[in-house]
């Protein structure tokens, strides 16, 4: 490539056909060696067929621009002066079936993905099948998945020795939202979200936990909560214990129901009122409205600084 000026830059491109997260030191190593053994300094370029998410963000996060056949691409250059970017799929379109599985989608991976947050490693994958409830063979096939997508490590046939928990939550909530995996009604509590509260200290026998704002805000004030965010069994029958009204517009509440076991898992009673604990807290203000994003930032920071507080 070369500038008007006359400034030009050259690549030293690295080829795959299938490319996963895992692999990614040594193929950086193995540019990097191409480029010290050229007196041109050529830019690092990765091609591939398909790059998936969590490649995408380890290669940008170190500066090495990528091109795949989807359409995928981040390529810069400080002189001559180059940035391209496009977004192509967020799949790869030559998966076939078979494992691994490309996505935590469903409720085995959840509960996967929430014990391997929730315990500190070391772990094997026995020990997983059992905290978690979910099957041997969903747990394998998300353990692998996860190895190659460098989200933990694992010796070789041994314990998961390591969890990254934090990229790991946040990459489950593009597969998992509080409002696009479950039933979600919205309902209307008059008196406000404090005596909301006061009425779920009288129902005990009552199957929740409380989620989003309302829960983090215990452990990571960020903003008074103006949505209370809750999961149950049945909507219906909860919103007539806890005198609630459906709405179609102005709602404080948000009913949740689904085939989610993982959402009531090591829920926290606190002052007589049971809230999700922190991991699912998280997820759910990642992938909830208005402000909950932030709200989900300053959370996960929190439990960066006292992870031994809230993790097993």
């Keep these: 490539m070369v500038a008007p000026d006359g400034d030009k830059a050259v690549f030293v491109v690295e080829a795959k056909r299938a490319v996963v997260t895992r692999d990614l030191p040594g193929i950086l190593e193995q540019l990097r060696s191409y480029a010290a053994s050229s007196g041109e300094r050529p830019v690092p370029l990765l091609v591939a067929r398909y790059i998936g998410s969590s490649?995408?963000?380890?290669?940008?996060?170190?500066?090495?621009?990528?091109?795949?056949?989807?359409?995928?691409?981040?390529?810069?250059?400080?002189?001559?002066?180059?940035?391209?970017r496009d977004r192509g799929a967020d799949q790869d379109p030559w998966r076939g079936p078979g494992r691994p599985r490309g996505t935590l989608q469903g409720?085995?991976?959840?509960?996967?993905?929430?014990?391997?947050?929730?315990?500190?490693?070391?772990?094997?994958?026995?020990?997983?099948?059992?905290r978690s409830g979910a099957s041997t063979g969903a747990t394998y096939r998300v353990v692998e998945f996860l190895e190659q997508e460098a989200f933990i490590d694992r010796d070789p046939r041994g314990p998961i020795t390591n969890v990254a928990w934090r990229r790991l939550l946040e990459r489950?909530?593009?597969?998992?939202?509080?409002?696009?995996?479950?039933?979600?009604?919205?309902?209307?509590?008059?008196?406000?979200?404090?005596?909301?509260?006061?009425?779920?200290?009288?129902?005990?026998?009552?199957?929740?936990?409380?989620?989003?704002?309302?829960?983090?805000?215990?452990?990571a004030p960020y903003a008074p909560a103006r949505l209370a965010m809750i999961y149950v069994d049945v909507a219906e029958q909860a919103a007539e214990q806890l005198k609630l009204r459906p709405v179609d517009s102005g709602a404080n509440v948000l009913l949740a129901a689904g085939g989610y076991p993982a959402v009531f898992a090591r829920a926290v009673d606190d002052?007589?009122?049971r809230y999700a604990a922190p991991t699912q807290t998280a997820v759910d203000l990642l992938t909830g409205p208005g402000r909950s994003p932030a709200e989900a930032q300053a959370l996960l920071d929190w439990m960066e600084k006292h992870e031994p507080e809230w993790r097993r």
């Design 55 to 84: 490649a995408r963000a380890w290669l940008e996060d170190r500066g090495v621009s990528y091109v795949d056949a989807t359409g995928n691409m981040h390529v810069v250059l400080a002189g001559p002066a180059l940035f391209l």
């Design 107 to 130: 409720a085995p991976a959840a509960l996967v993905v929430r014990t391997l947050a929730d315990f500190a490693p070391p772990m094997t994958v026995p020990e997983l099948v059992r």
């Design 172 to 219: 489950w909530s593009q597969d998992y939202g509080f409002q696009r995996s479950n039933l979600v009604g919205a309902y209307l509590y008059p008196r406000g979200l404090p005596a909301l509260l006061d009425r779920l200290q009288e129902s005990s026998q009552l199957p929740y936990v409380v989620t989003g704002s309302l829960a983090a805000h215990r452990l």
């Design 271 to 273: 002052d007589g009122v």
